[in-house]
């Protein structure tokens, strides 16, 4: 019996990971390829997601009269529902990124295997602090856990500045991704 929650529960892991990755990776957006458009892709704009979810404005809202259960739910609901805004930007500019640094592979004159190695530990980097993100997101509604972003936007600054270190500042390569 206990073996068959533990597949239970492993299949499922699985099956929301699948699911995770699936809608991670799709681009929809069409941006140019430029030194700027890199550059304003900083790290420095997701920011406020890190102060976003932190305690003290719920240790504040409890020590005010008439404080409810309710109230805190409330702030912390609303609070994962911007974050996940958030979290759905951070993932538009990564895949942004990703498929640029595609097309600069694809478009080099020479086999660049440490640049595909590259790109592939950071994606699967950059899912497993999404998927992780999300699942203490998803307890922090409940009020059981924080949440750390700083490992994402490590993960997602090292693409950034690979990319930029690619595209250099006076040339106007302008590559359109799909």
Not at 8 to 21: E, N, P, R, T
Not at 119 to 133: E, I, P, Q, T
Request: charged content about 25%.
């Amino acid at each position: 019996m206990e073996l068959v929650v533990a597949l239970s529960v492993l299949a499922g892991f699985a099956v929301a990971m699948f699911a995770i990755y699936c809608r991670l990776f799709r681009v929809r957006a069409r941006l140019p390829v430029t030194a700027e458009w890199i550059d304003e892709l900083s790290v420095d704009g997701y920011q406020p997601m890190m102060r976003l979810l932190e305690n003290d404005d719920i240790r504040l809202l409890r020590a005010q009269p008439g404080f409810t259960r309710q109230m805190a739910a409330k702030l912390r609901r609303e609070r994962c529902r911007a974050f996940r805004s958030y979290l759905r930007c951070l993932n538009s500019d990564f895949q942004r990124i990703s498929l640029a640094l595609k097309i600069v592979m694809v478009q080099s004159r020479y086999d660049r295997p440490d640049l595909a190695a590259a790109l592939v530990r950071s994606r699967w980097a950059f899912v497993w602090c999404m998927v992780w993100v999300h699942c203490r997101l998803t307890l922090y509604r409940f009020g059981l856990a924080s949440v750390e972003v700083a490992a994402l936007l490590k993960v997602f600054d090292r693409a950034r500045l690979e990319l930029r270190s690619l595209v250099p500042a006076q040339t106007g390569l302008s590559v359109s991704c799909p």
